[in-house]
């Protein structure tokens, strides 16, 4: 047939790390359906298929063109015959009958609406639906139910959370946390991290990393910025976690787990009238009330530990997990989001830059905007 296999040759590799991904998904029609069935397989605890659709994906994310044919991604690593099936039936039917068929499952509906909410994990919403309950209306008129603070917040500024963040909110944010953050320390440090680093044009959230650039002087600065936000009225949630790093336990094993450094998780109201400003937009002023609530993420690394905290807190997700895999399997290393040990060497590897990471395991450096597995 015509169908001629462009990537065949393309030499890709089954490490996300020497792959580059932009944020131009050509294969989104296949991803999306992939994602949903990691999900799926996610919330049934099946972490061997859900880790399989997540890698499957995130290969056909780094392709340069859209698969047409099956014969196309003969030789590609990680697609398995579930991914391959799926995909054949998406190429003939232009629809998956096995993800409808997810879609239509009461228990997977109920579990992507209730982790929906920031603060609700696959447990809780587990827990949720053994008792019966299937929406958000449910879970709030239920009295037996105890929500924490955090999961009061996330259905008190749902609606608003829910609702994806343009890259121009977070320019704006951007600007408000760094003026507060020079009005209390003017040689502070704010990076800006996440997908919007990667370049993406929308975001769930938005994430900083903060620091100083001297050693032992970040203490205390990201609580007085906490403070500060809240004096100017635009802190509506904080929830702050002391740094808990201790070198002499690192690296951790439980990659994936939290890291240790010091940060919060933030509720923010944002202004509109500043983005009016930034875009000329008109607002019908009976349409908005004139602000938003957005989560945002801070973190506050030790200055010696930041370059491996900017690498962790960069993502992609699927990134991390095959830089780490990478560093374990192929080098002997361990990764985390605080340091690089040799386990051959017995030593930890030092590293001021993104970029000396890379060279340290033997990898050509990848960009922010091409992680995006
Ligand atoms: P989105 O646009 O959905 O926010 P994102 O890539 O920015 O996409 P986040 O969930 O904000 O996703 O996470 C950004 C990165 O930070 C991820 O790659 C993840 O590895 C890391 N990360 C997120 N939460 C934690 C945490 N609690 N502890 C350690 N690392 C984390
Ligand atoms: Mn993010
Ligand atoms: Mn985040």
């Known amino acids: 047939t015509e169908c001629s296999p462009p990537t065949a040759d393309a030499n890709v590799s089954q490490y996300a790390c020497l792959r580059r991904t932009t944020t131009e998904n050509h294969n989104k029609i296949f991803t999306d359906v992939l994602e949903e069935l990691a999900e799926n ?8 298929p859900c880790l399989a ?49 997810v879609q239509s499952d009461e228990r ?64 704006a944010l951007r600007s408000i946390i760094e003026e507060t953050a020079h009005w209390i320390a003017p040689d502070s440090i704010l990076a800006l991290t996440g997908g919007f680093r990667r370049g993406k044009e929308y975001g769930h959230d938005v994430d900083f990393l903060l620091t100083m650039p001297e050693m032992g002087k970040e203490e205390g600065l990201l609580l007085r910025v906490i403070d500060r936000l809240r004096d100017q009225g635009i802190l509506l949630y904080c929830e702050h976690q002391g740094s808990t790093v201790d070198m002499s336990k690192l690296p951790s094993r439980r990659f994936e787990a939290m890291d240790h450094f010091e940060k919060c998780f933030l509720i923010l109201r944002l202004e509109e009238g500043q983005m009016e400003r930034d875009e000329g937009l008109q607002k019908d002023p009976g349409e908005s009330r004139g602000w938003r609530a957005v989560r945002v993420d801070l973190v506050a690394p030790p200055v ?70």
Not at 41 to 48: A, L, M, Q, R, V
Not at 77 to 98: D, N, Q, Y
Not at 139 to 155: D, H, S, V, Y
């Open 41 to 48: 397989s996610e919330f049934n605890e099946s972490k061997g």
């Open 53 to 101: 659709f997540r890698r499957a994906a995130s290969v056909l994310k780094s392709l340069p063109s859209a698969v047409h044919c099956l014969g196309a991604i003969q030789g590609l690593p990680c697609l398995g015959e579930h991914t391959k099936a799926v995909m054949e039936e998406i190429l003939i039917f232009g629809r998956s009958f096995k993800v409808e068929e």
């Open 108 to 171: 997977y509906q109920a579990l992507k609406l209730f982790t929906s909410v920031f603060g609700v994990g696959p447990k809780t919403a587990e827990k949720w639906y053994r008792r019966g309950l299937r929406s958000l209306k449910e879970i709030l008129a239920e009295p037996n139910i105890q929500l924490n603070r955090m999961q009061r917040a996330g259905f008190l500024y749902y609606r608003d959370i829910s609702k994806a963040v343009s890259k121009t909110e977070a320019k």
């Open 304 to 373: 010696d530990r930041y370059a491996f905290a900017l690498l962790g807190w960069t993502g992609s997700r699927q990134f991390e997990r095959d830089l780490r895999r990478f560093a374990r399997k192929e080098r002997g290393m361990c990764l985390d989001n605080h340091a690089l040990y040799d386990k051959t060497k017995k030593l930890f590897l030092p590293a001021t830059s993104e970029e000396d990471i890379f060279a340290h395991l033997g990898l050509e450096y990848v960009e922010p905007w091409q992680r995006n597995a």
